[in-house]
């Protein structure tokens, strides 16, 4: 009868205390929400990282990206995500499967169809089918178990991102904004303006690029981390000239024609010079200036005219000296002008039949000023200036106390009159044609015609720019360097959180979440009759032997279900209920028909059963091996195409398809055979015991012990209790490699830099490398050791000068070089000079009134003494306490000073008194010429990327090997400050000895304690060994730098009208996500394991099992154990645990098997001891019993 409303009967195997998995206890729920909050918990944290510094972590270049970092970010999310999603899916596997039996348990019963439910088949179903049965626990824990597989992996593995952006952080950046005292500055532009010095040199012209930007500003020295897009902000002083400008425009003046036949003659046919002659042309006065002044000017102008133009316009303009005198000739003469000291004319004239129909003449007059500032200074990555922002009231005149003003005008003025004869606008050109002072001058006239502002301005521009010029010379980089802060804005290579898959993933946890906070809840307060895990057949048998009414076992065995198929059984359990019902004081199931269905057993047609799984049947066996066979072909392809082998191929349409199939294929792959090999493995693993009781003869541990509900294909692995057959084993190992191949598809596209490299005919040999000319005599060492002051402090660069300094390589000219906006770097062989510098350091000598040292060197297979006597002078010491200072050995006899070098450096010494309490270090340097070939990198500017030296190809010998000595011999002398018998008249060799000290004694000093001081900043004490490595590298990086500038006088060059080209290669490169060929291969490898995987189970199970169904619900067993044998013995192990139940069935010693029973009285289809086995005992018969009252 069935349970009274209220009656108090529940049995404890239905309390709400009954048995449950780890994975529904709090032991195993708590960690896992646990988990589930950090991995939250952290994607969170790294989102407002990334939102408040812009980004987590940046890299100045893109190729600077390491791999472990980037796989880092790429490969712990997912596998957080994988090690969630498997975490969670033992979770939920255990809600799907043991629903049943909760439904079972509930007080009300529930419907017959339970017994049949399997939400364990397929996994996106199980939702719906949930759905339609309103179980809603299912429905809680089967969508979010399958969000989880579906989208966690894949957004995990996108969470961050590699992205651009912009930079900034602040840097502590060294500047010298001190300038050369005035002394210096007379006389270097003094011999500037002949041409001479470091204020005349083309060589460091060229080395000085002229900044674009209208202002000067003192050398800053780059940070080490720039990029092409990096901008650097400081606050500085900048320097500029500017120009204040009066006019006056007459009308109407008319030419004259000039007869001269000497100047006529040389003119080409048609045209003809004509005179302007313009005089008392008043000028007002500036702005502020003195308003007595009366400024009156004559012009005296020849101009070149066509035959065929109709509009033209003779420009022309010229400087004053200082001193207020004009240049001779001059087309001007002035009269109370002092004021200004640029004059020039504008003259348009309209021609008509050969003669002017209109003129205008503008004269104008012009007062540079110069102006110094304070303002925040943008500077671009090549030093350059980007953007200037001046403190208005800083503004001011420029500093006469710190500028040779006269003399930086007179200057300007020299190199503008001196420079060429042909001064270029544009295209028009003026030029002087005469060379006596009462001759005129005479321009050309060009049609294209500028309004006065416009000439103006270009005035302006060409005096500003030389102006910077300059100024940019008088900074000091060689000395101690200001530490200034300032801002570096960069567009960098970014490592970011994606915000929206951020967003996605954390609602999705946000739903683990809920779901485990629903199961904590739910399951510890649902009836329950479980009393352990009921998984394998054994424990299935026995809530069929102990919880089922043997009425209903009646129902079932005449209902004659043995040969229904899955699907039959369920029509037949459609309105049928499960009820509980006293039993004798227990409560028992028992089915009971709720409508008016007949209760005849469904008739199926014969030979009919339920469908094999998909990979036992042929036709999708062959589609399934034909899509494993697709998809390597696919894989082997892309394979093929990632073997690059020139920048073009990357860009093929072959290569193009390869790209999107490796960028979107692989994950999803991953997570379709991933979803197909658990497929496989749980109907496998629910076949696998009925394919044993099949063939008979199955042991307990075979067949009815082994807990096969238990489906996720980790646990065996790690589970001995659980070890599964062999087939089932392997299929868990596949799953495995299958965890790893998801792993390995989220990071296949990693970031690499490819090179490529062709062959290239742009590259001609200019020099001659197998030969040097000894010109020492010729070059000028002070012009080197300014631009190595730039060089060693990253304010400036050197071309064709190795990365480290130290070489000079032979240079390259360009044939045919591309387009200059395209940045093209090339590879060649060429020959480094440089020099190697050998130190050793020599005992503290002193006495009262000098330092003297004794050292010998080898020279020539034999050892010559050499000797020092330095006086104890105020020259030693330094406002700092720092100095260092170069000597030449003492005596006539050349040998030592060619052949060694003195340095002598002190710590704390500012005054002479105390420097037996200073920090005193002797070194004697003796150089070597090094010479050697290097495989060399470089771009079409001649800047040196990268060098290799070429093993075994040291020169040590020869001509070259000789004159290449000599020039280093001698450049040690001068560079040591002795001067030598050269009959060049450059001006650091002609001054007498007390200005050589300023202007070139110093420098290598003052370039060493700079380099100490930058290489060593925590060095408190003199150290020897620091000092060595700082000399050796300024004395290395001065000679370099020498050759380089002044290359045209030690190379011989080769003929121009036979060009010789060199071989060298055009270098390609590309930065991108790129595949990964090693992954790529082991995916591959993979992918052949699990097509081996599902051919072999093809081979092993098909056509094995041969039964009507697979029973994979309990409902689906009854119809099979309830005329069974076995069924009573099992009813007996109800109080058991499961390992007792085990122990019990093992030690019985049974054998089992599943089939026709027929023959001997039984079922067409049953699940019973096997017959053959001789121990197992007389069972009954149910049919044999009466009915059930």
């Known amino acids: 009868m069935p349970l009274a409303d209220g009656q108090d009967s529940v049995q404890k195997w239905r309390a709400s205390k009954g048995w449950l998995p780890r994975t529904l206890h709090k032991i195993y729920l708590i960690p896992l929400a646990g988990l589930f909050l950090f991995m939250l918990g952290v994607i969170e944290l790294l989102r407002e990282y990334s939102k408040r ?66 939400y364990c088949c397929n996994a996106f179903t199980a939702s719906f089918i949930a759905f339609r049965n309103r179980h809603w626990v299912v429905l809680c824990a089967a969508p979010v178990s399958l969000i989880f597989r579906m989208f966690l992996p894949s957004l995990l593995a996108g969470l961050v991102v590699l992205d651009d952006g912009n930079w900034i952080e602040k840097k502590l950046v060294n500047t010298w904004p001190t300038i050369i005292d005035l002394e210096i500055q007379q006389v270097w532009l003094a011999a500037g303006s002949l041409g001479e010095g470091p204020l005349g040199s083309p060589e460091l012209n060229s080395f000085f690029m002229p900044d674009p930007a209208d202002y000067a500003t003192p050398p800053v020295s780059l940070p080490d981390d720039q990029n092409d897009s990096s901008l650097l902000t400081l606050n500085q002083t900048i320097y500029w000239s500017n120009m204040t400008c009066v006019s006056n425009t007459r009308r109407g003046v008319s030419p ?38 009366h400024c009156q000017i004559n012009v005296a102008l020849d101009t070149v005219i066509g035959s065929d133009q109709q509009t033209l316009q003779a420009k022309f303009w010229e400087p004053m000296g200082s001193d207020g005198k004009l240049p001779a000739p001059s087309a001007f003469t002035n009269e109370d002008c002092s004021a200004f000291k640029v004059f020039g004319i504008m003259v348009d004239m309209e021609l008509a039949a050969g003669n002017v129909s209109d003129s205008n003449v503008t004269v104008l007059a012009c007062s540079p000023t110069y102006q110094q500032a304070s303002a925040a200074v943008t500077l671009n990555p090549n030093a350059s200036i980007a953007d200037v922002d001046i403190t208005t009231s800083t503004v001011k005149s420029l500093d006469t106390a710190a500028f ?25 050109s003026q030029f002087n044609g005469s060379a006596s002072s009462g001759d005129p001058i005479i321009v050309a006239t060009d049609s294209t015609i500028l309004a006065y502002e416009d000439y103006v301005q270009k005035i302006r521009q060409y005096w500003n720019s030389d102006f910077i010029v300059t100024i940019d010379r008088f900074f000091s980089p060689g000395g101690f360097p200001t530490s200034v802060e300032a801002k570096q804005r960069s567009f960098v290579v970014i490592l970011t959180v994606a915000s929206k898959a951020a967003t996605v993933a954390e609602a999705i946890l946000a739903l683990g979440l809920c779901m485990i906070a629903t199961l904590t809840y739910v399951y510890r307060r649902r009836p329950n009759f479980l009393q352990w895990d009921p998984g394998s057949i054994a424990a299935q048998c026995t809530i069929v032997a102990r919880l089922f009414k043997p009425s209903t076992q009646v129902m079932f065995s005449e209902a004659k279900l043995h040969m229904s198929t899955t699907r039959q059984l369920r029509q037949w359990a459609n309105g049928k209920w499960c009820e509980w019902v006293d039993d004798d004081g227990k409560e028992k199931l028992q089915v009971v028909d709720r409508s008016e269905a007949s209760l005849a057993p469904p008739h199926p047609p014969p030979g009919r059963r339920d469908p094999m799984p998909h990979f036992l049947r042929p036709i999708w066996f062959l589609l399934e091996c034909l899509l494993f066979a697709a998809i390597l072909a696919l894989f082997g392809m892309s394979l093929a195409y990632l073997r690059w082998k020139n920048i073009n191929s990357f860009f093929s349409t072959g290569a193009t398809v390869a790209m999107i199939f490796l960028n979107f294929g692989p994950t999803a792959i991953a997570s379709i055979i991933g979803s197909f090999l658990v497929s496989i493995y749980r109907s496998l693993s629910s076949m696998e ?36 057959p062999g087939i089932l084993l392997a299929l868990s190992i596949v799953c495995l490699g ?47 050791l300014v631009a190595t002051g730039r060089l060693l402090n990253n304010v400036s660069f050197l071309q064709w000068a190795s990365t480290d300094g130290k070489f000079f390589m032979v240079p390259f000219s360009f044939h045919n070089a591309s387009d200059d906006d395209y940045y093209t770097v090339y590879s060649a062989t060429t020959r480094g000079i440089g020099a190697d510098l050998d130190c050793k350091v020599l005992p503290a000598a002193s006495s009262d009134t000098s330092l003297a040292w004794n050292y010998t060197i080898a020279q020539s297979g034999a050892k010559q003494t050499c000797s020092v006597d330095i006086p104890l002078t105020d020259d030693l010491t330094s406002k700092s306490g720092k100095s260092v200072h170069y000597y030449a050995p003492n005596g006539t006899d050349t040998t030592c000073q060619e052949s060694s070098i003195f340095v002598l450096a002190f710590w704390d010494l500012k005054n002479v008194t105390d420097i037996n309490k200073a920090g005193t270090t002797a070194l004697h340097c003796e150089p070597k010429i090094h010479i050697q070939d290097f495989h060399v990198e470089f771009d079409s500017s001649g800047m040196v990327q990268n060098q290799n030296a070429i093993s075994g190809s040291t020169i040590s010998s020869g001509g070259l090997f000789q004159n290449a000595s000599e020039i280093l011999a001698d450049f040690n002398q001068v560079l040591a400050g002795q001067p030598r018998n050269f009959s060049s008249h450059h001006f650091n060799f002609s001054h007498p000895h007390d200005r050589q000290h300023h202007h070139r004694h110093d420098w290598p000093g003052r370039l060493t304690a700079n380099a100490y001081d930058m290489t060593f900043p925590h060095d408190f004490t003199l150290k020897s060994r620091h000092l060595m490595l700082s000399v050796q590298t300024v004395y290395q990086t001065v000679f370099s730098t020498h050759l380089a500038l002044w290359k045209e006088k030690f190379l011989e060059r080769l003929p121009t009208h036979s060009p010789q080209a060199a071989h060298g290669n055009l270098l390609d490169s590309l930065w991108g996500f790129i595949p990964s060929t090693s992954l790529v291969v082991i995916i591959i490898c993979l992918l052949a394991i699990d097509a081996v995987a599902l051919m072999g189970v093809f081979a092993f199970r098909f056509n094995r099992y041969r039964g009507p169904r697979v029973p994979r619900s309990i409902g689906s067993l009854i119809p099979w154990v309830v005329q069974s044998r076995m069924l009573a013995d099992l009813g007996d192990t109800w109080d058991m645990s499961e390992r007792e139940r085990e122990r019990y069935l093992l030690e019985k010693d049974c054998k089992y098997k599943v089939g026709d029973f027929s023959a001997v009285g039984g079922p067409p289809w049953a699940l019973d001891y096997d017959y053959d086995n001789q121990r197992s005992e007389p069972g009954i018969e149910l049919h044999e019993r009466g009915p059930v009252d």
């Open 689 to 724: 015991p009925w394919i044993r009781l099949q063939d008979g003869m199955a042991s307990a541990r075979q067949s009815v012990v082994e807990n096969y509900g238990i489906q996720t294909p980790f646990i065996p692995l790690f589970i001995r209790r659980h070890r599964r």
């Open 738 to 784: 299958d965890l790893v191949l998801r792993i390995l598809s989220g990071g296949l596209f990693t970031p690499q830099l490819k090179n490529y490299s062709s062959p290239s005919s742009d590259l001609i040999n200019m020099y001659n490398s197998s030969a040097m000319v000894n010109n020492v005599n010729q070059s000028d060492i002070e012009i080197s």
């Open 53 to 118: 510094m812009g980004g987590i972590v940046h890299w100045t270049y893109e190729e600077d990206l390491p791999m472990a970092i980037w796989g880092a970010y790429t490969y712990l999310p997912l596998i957080f995500a994988l090690l969630a999603i498997n975490l969670l899916d033992v979770c939920a596997q255990d809600v799907l499967r043991l629903e049943p039996f909760f439904q079972l348990a509930k007080p009300g019963g529930a419907p017959a169809t339970v017994l049949f439910n399997n």
């Open 256 to 293: 004259q024609t000039v007869k001269n036949t000497t100047l006529t003659s040389q003119l080409p046919h048609g045209q003809q010079i004509w005179s302007w002659n313009v005089g008392n042309m008043s000028l007002g006065t500036l702005p502020g200036g003195n308003s007595s002044s």
């Open 404 to 428: 040779y003003v006269d003399g930086i005008h007179d200057l300007i003025a020299s190199r503008y009159l001196t420079s060429v004869s042909d001064v270029w606008f544009g295209n028009t």
